[in-house]
T-cell receptor, first 116, second 111 residues
Framework: GAVVSQHPSWVICKSGTSVKIECRSL??????MFWYRQFPKQSLMLMAT?????????EQGVEKDKFLINHASLTLSTLTVTSAHPEDSSFYIC????????????FGQGTRLTVV | SQQGEEDPQALSIQEGENATMNCSYK?????LQWYRQNSGRGLVHLIL?????REKHSGRLRVTLDTSKKSSSLLITASRAADTASYFC???????????FGGGTRVLVKP
């Protein structure tokens, strides 16, 4: 299957700083990427849909000024958590979609963010 | 918002036994997917079943889909300790791979 690489796999940052997470599709062009967040022992919740060359679409309740998404190319989307606080500590995971539908989604390995 | 609900939330079985978990959803779908997640790790895709399919198999996994009841089940036969993980169903409502995840079932397989 297609490979999606997410980096870093874990990061610890100080409260008030910003953290950037990268999601790359390695062997296909991803017109759309999705960013999910997962709190401990909970399910994955969609945060936003990232479309190449256009603004991201955020789910209700997700602050777009806090979670900046950039999808500058067909192989890279970035999520920047700005002014991070301890409550932003979570597991962030991306998935990428190509041009076909009704097929499996390809997920990155996830990023464990801890804000201290 | 969560579309899928899974039950049970947690399941503890002995190695060799079968494990069954269920997923219900609310709206029409293109497909339903099952994923496994080991603690603190990424997602592993298990099976995708399309809305016009009723049953699929993959190794020790069997998935059923009943669109009239808006429900799906995942059966793991002859479970192994390595099957210990959380299992999530996810539905794709429209084209584009946007998924809505269920709450997950935590499975513990005791050796």
């Amino acid at each position: 299957g297609a490979v999606v690489s997410q980096h870093p796999s874990w990061v610890i940052c100080k409260s008030g700083t910003s953290v950037k997470i990268e999601c790359r599709s390695l062997d296909f062009q991803a017109t759309t990427m999705f960013w999910y967040r997962q709190f401990p022992k909970q399910s994955l919740m969609l945060m936003a849909t990232s479309n190449e060359g256009s603004k991201a679409t955020y789910e209700q309740g997700v602050e777009k000024d806090k979670f900046l998404i950039n999808h500058a190319s067909l192989t890279l989307s970035t999520l920047t958590v700005t002014s991070a606080h301890p409550e932003d500590s979570s597991f962030y995971i991306c998935s990428a979609a190509g041009d076909t539908w009704n097929t499996e989604a390809f997920f990155g390995q996830g990023t464990r963010l801890t804000v201290v | 918002s969560q579309q899928g609900e899974e039950d049970p939330q947690a399941l503890s079985i002995q190695e060799g036994e079968n494990a069954t978990m269920n997923c219900s959803y609310k709206t029409s779908i293109n497909n339903l997917q099952w994923y496994r997640q080991n603690s603190g790790r990424g997602l592993v895709h298990l099976i995708l079943i399309r809305s016009n399919e009723r049953e699929k198999h993959s190794g020790r996994l069997r998935v059923t889909l009943d669109t009239s009841k808006k429900s799906s089940s995942l059966l793991i036969t002859a479970s192994r300790a390595a099957d210990t993980a959380s299992y999530f169903c996810a539905t794709e409502k429209a084209a584009g791979n946007k998924l809505t995840f269920g709450g997950g079932t935590r499975v513990l397989v005791k050796p």
